[in-house]
Each structure stands twice: as C-alpha cells, then as structure tokens.
C-alpha cells in the first residue's frame, strides 16, 4: 500500500444525489474538488463499504461528509473514534467502523472527523437539494475549506453530536 505524504486529507463524500437532500455528501465532494486543494484527495459514493478502509489507511485525516437529519444548522464538524462494529452488511457501515477497519486490518492511525450537513427534504425522487439545504451545503464548503487549507481539524469541532441521526438510505 502506498502511503501518502505526510499531511494528507481524504474526503469521502457519501449519500444519494437521487435522494434530494441525501446528496448533501457528494455535493460538497464536488465543491471541494473543484477547489484542487494541495494534499487533499476527494471520493464520493452512495454509502461506505468496507473498502473505505483500505482507501482510509494511508492517509492522515479522513472527513467523511454526509447529511444529517437533525443536527444544528448549518452542520456539525466532530472528530469520531474508531469502532470495532461486530456485524456489518456489504450494504453500508458507520464512518466509525471504517477507522475501525483500518486500524485493526492495516495497522493505520488515520484521524477521522465527521462533516453532517443539515438537510431538511429526503423524501421522494429528484436531484436537486432543497434550498436550506443548499445554504447549508454553502457554510459547509466554505468552513471546510479553510479547516482542510489550515488542516486545523481538532480545533474546527463544532459540538458533540454523536452522528446518529445521519441520513442512512
């Protein structure tokens, strides 16, 4: 495996852009992206897999972002702890699990933080986001940008949501 320099982010952007607001994640994968930030590598998908944890491993930091049905607007920004899930599907598992895996399976010390969007419409089909969530996805792309260009993370926490009202589909 090889391991990046020193200092790398990976962002993994995560939910449905099928799924109006579930598409906060990959959203702003994109609008970070866009930004070619130095050292920062961006993915998206629907959910994380347990591949995540391979893809985590070498790197510094990994924010996984993602939205959030209940947190205080415009979003939450904490740091996770990794988690030995005892079961998980080959459907989805829990940010935590993936710093789990990648800890225990490739002897990784990667940190990892969690980014939760507020979003507000997740019912139904359609791509677009709703507009708060778009004000959301707004604040959100503008304060990671400077936590990831300052790699200031512990000192960007927001509060201490557990993460569990994320938005699973």
Request: hydrophobic content about 40%.
């Amino acid at each position: 495996m090889t391991r990046p320099d020193t200092n790398q982010v990976l962002l993994i952007g995560y939910g449905n852009p099928a799924r109006r607001d579930d598409g906060l994640g990959p959203a702003l994968a994109e609008a970070v992206s866009a930004m070619q930030l130095e050292g920062v590598t961006v993915d998206a998908d629907y959910q994380l897999h347990v591949e995540n944890a391979a893809e985590a491993a070498p790197y510094e930091v990994v924010v996984f972002a993602d939205a959030h049905t209940s947190c205080t607007e415009p979003f939450v920004f904490e740091r996770l702890e990794p988690k030995a899930e005892v079961s998980f599907t080959s459907h989805s598992v829990s940010p935590q699990a993936v710093l789990g895996m990648a800890h225990e399976l490739f002897s990784s010390r990667v940190r990892g933080y969690l980014l939760g969007i507020r979003g507000h419409a997740f019912e139904g089909f359609g791509e677009e986001l709703s507009p708060r969530a778009r004000t959301n996805l707004a604040a959100a792309t503008e304060y990671l940008e400077t936590v990831l260009r300052n790699r200031s993370f512990d000192d960007a926490i927001t509060g201490t949501d557990t993460g569990s009202a994320l938005k699973r589909t």
